[in-house]
């Protein structure tokens, strides 16, 4: 299983975009890259999911370089909503049965 | 929306007691997991099925957890006798499979003390 690094936590203004950067050196050809968001007492919620390029959707945007050590999700014009940990996840989706692991994630604090 | 509905919400227990926390995933959703989450730790999976079989749960300690799909719908994750180190979220999460994007749909969990 592919290892993700990212930051224990970063700080932010409202309405400054954040760049969350997650290091997966060794990630496999079949690996895809999933971020979730997980406010207190709640469990995470899927946030995007990408191979390799950029993915945009309607909360964020996820870019991955060509060699897929890494990827960044970014956030636009974060809110003091956006306080929250956010993961990054690197498995193969495509077989269903293999397990989805959890780091320990970034911890957002927005400030206003 | 549909959502992934566990039970109870909180519970207390003492040391050396049983105790059983409830899934109902999304329907049609094929395949189930638990995690466990620890303040301040990521979820760490205890035991992923498919419809009813077990695909992993190497990281279930199998002493004293047990985790069973019987009919490979709802599912139900117990702990006995429980430890003072069992504290924590107990999460249920939901896929549908075939999929494209495996997409995972969290609970909002079950919260154990053990006092």
């Known amino acids: 299983l592919a290892k993700t690094t990212q930051p224990i936590s970063m700080d932010s203004y409202e309405g400054q975009e954040v760049n969350i950067t997650c290091s997966h050196n060794n990630i496999a050809t079949n690996d895809y890259i999933t971020w979730y968001q997980q406010f207190p007492s709640q469990g995470p919620r899927f946030i995007i999911q990408?191979?390799?390029t950029k993915v945009t959707n309607e909360v964020a945007s996820l870019f991955i370089p060509a060699d897929r050590k890494s990827s960044t999700l970014s956030l636009p014009r974060v809110s003091l909503s956006d306080t929250a940990v956010y993961y990054c996840?690197?498995?193969?989706?495509?077989?269903?049965?293999?397990?989805?692991?959890f780091g320990k994630g970034t911890r957002l604090s927005v400030i206003a | 929306e549909a959502e992934v509905a566990q039970s109870p919400r909180y519970k207390i227990t003492e040391k050396s007691q049983a105790v059983a926390f409830w899934c109902d995933p999304i329907?049609?959703?094929?395949?189930l997991y638990w995690y466990r989450q620890i303040l301040g730790q990521g979820p760490e999976l205890l035991v992923q099925f498919q419809d009813e079989s077990v695909v992993d749960d190497s990281q279930l300690p199998k002493d004293r957890f047990s985790a069973e799909r019987l009919k490979g719908v709802d599912s139900t994750l117990k702990i006995q006798p429980a430890e003072l180190g069992d504290s924590a979220m107990y999460l249920c999460?939901?896929?549908?499979?075939?999929?494209?994007?495996?997409?995972?749909?969290f609970g909002e969990g079950s919260r154990l003390t053990v006092l």
């Open positions: 990408g191979y390799k």
């Open positions: 996840l690197v498995g193969d989706i495509v077989r269903g049965n293999t397990p989805l692991v």
């Open positions: 999460a939901s896929s549908l499979t075939p999929e494209p994007l495996r997409e995972l749909f």
């Open positions: 329907s049609g959703h094929a395949t």
